[in-house]
């Protein structure tokens, strides 16, 4: 990309399990851009939510630390503008305020706290505009994320449909997981509190046409890693992966019968996400099995992404 034409943006993505920073060379004359950086770490910063309704001092101190960092890198790739965006653990900590005033204190950056509604939308997003999937015109793109503490269900009917249920990997992990490995009991529970809010959120099943579901997130990355062999993790060999709902039942039985010291050292997954990749697996089924498909596709893209095509390619965002 010539360096005449381009500006450089930076998105940091606050979620409930990690936090993402993207960087990337904007064109506004070709509405085109270059990732420059894309790269995440796992803070756990909505760890001990679920019971407290606040965030735990070391899960602000974690992800605070993370912010400084990428700060920093985005002041070396002399970033023009950064935007940082919250998702769900701030949307429901009642001491939510902390965190926000002590970036806006340190930093002088403002963080905006996204509705549930608008994850969804930035999900699609970044979805909609991939050319990996621009092969699928003739189905109905349908977009889940499975987050740390909520999940979106995204289409498009004629007009966006943007669905949201309080759940994730780690507020699921949290409530309900409390032995090592996990009981038969804790895994029916699980499920079957999957099911019962996908039923009571309304979420969407039947469709006129073919459903090509493509999933987004670190339990759907992870699992595509694994099943690709991979010792570390390589987003060019994942993205556009297809799983099949065989594969994904075969990695629950591995993962339901292992101790979370065994799976840090299970080929392709991140050290950081044996805790709860159990629970992401056991959700990405879930909403298989209700919504009736038999395969996802993989994207390593997320909510950063659509912030990028939403904020600074103003051409991205018409339906």
């Known amino acids: 990309m010539s360096t005449v034409n381009y500006q450089r943006y930076a998105v940091i993505d606050i979620g409930t399990n990690s936090a993402i920073l993207l960087v990337c060379d904007v064109n506004h004359r070709t509405q085109e851009y270059d990732v420059v950086l894309d790269t995440a770490e796992i803070t756990r910063f909505g760890q001990g939510l679920h019971p407290t309704r606040c965030l735990q001092p070391s899960s602000i101190e974690r992800t605070f630390g993370v912010i400084r960092q990428y700060l920093r890198q985005t002041e070396n790739l002399d970033v023009e503008q950064t935007v940082i965006v919250g998702t769900n653990a701030l949307r429901v900590a009642e001491n939510a305020h902390r965190f926000i005033d002590l970036v806006q204190d340190e930093f002088e950056l403002g963080i905006e706290v996204i509705s549930a509604q608008t994850e969804a939308h930035f999900s699609y997003l970044s979805v909609k505009e991939d050319q990996t999937f621009q092969s699928f015109k003739t189905h109905k793109l349908m977009v889940i994320d499975i987050g740390g503490g909520s999940t979106e269900q995204v289409f498009f009917d004629d007009e966006l449909v943007c669905l949201s249920v309080p759940f994730g990997i780690v507020s699921l992990t949290d409530r309900f997981v409390k032995n090592d490995p996990p009981t038969d009991q804790e895994i029916r529970e699980i499920e079957l509190f999957i099911k019962e809010t996908l039923v009571s959120q309304g979420w969407a099943t039947k469709f006129q046409v073919p459903i090509v579901l493509v999933g987004i997130g670190g339990t ?10 991979l010792i570390e993790l390589d987003l060019s060999v994942v993205h556009g992966q297809v799983l099949d709902r065989r594969q994904i039942s075969n990695r629950i039985d591995l993962f339901r019968s292992l101790t979370v010291d065994t799976l840090r050292r299970v080929p392709g997954l991140e050290v950081k996400r044996a805790e709860v990749i159990l629970a992401g697996t056991l959700i990405l089924r879930g909403l298989m099995n209700y919504i009736g498909v038999d395969q996802v596709h993989v994207s390593t893209r997320g909510i950063r992404y659509g912030v990028m095509i939403d904020r600074f390619l103003t ?5």
């Open 220 to 229: 759907i990355v992870n699992l595509a890693a694994i099943e690709s062999g």
């Open 315 to 319: 051409e991205g965002t018409d339906f």
